[in-house]
């Protein structure tokens, strides 16, 4: 029988590997949040899906946003770059996000 034992979380040391993910996680969701109000309507759906270096990667939800987000790479930096922390974003790309329904 497999050992069904979960981690006891008031053992959670923040300045551990699990707790440097969470932060990440917790400042990923923040900027996402900070990128939907920003963006314009045609846009509505985009999510941020990585950021690395000085890439954002972006996450259309059908092929037709995908498409206008290509075209408009430029002012979807501009926008990205407004939010605190991502001003040195010097690069976007966009991806289909494939798990939508």
Not at 11 to 18: C, D, I, R, T, V
Not at 32 to 60: D, M, R, W, Y
């Amino acid at each position: 029988m497999k050992d069904k034992t979960t981690a006891n979380l008031t053992n959670y040391k923040p300045s551990g590997e699990l707790g440097e993910m969470f932060e990440k996680a917790k400042l990923h969701n923040h900027f996402n949040s900070l990128l939907q109000a920003l963006l314009p309507h045609q846009f509505k759906g985009i999510t941020l899906c990585l950021v690395k270096e000085q890439k954002a990667t972006l996450l259309a939800p059908n092929p037709s946003i995908a498409y206008r987000a290509e075209k408009q790479q430029p002012a979807l930096l501009a926008i990205i770059q407004q939010i605190d922390g991502l001003s040195s974003i010097k690069t976007v790309s966009i991806k289909l996000d494939k798990n939508q329904p």
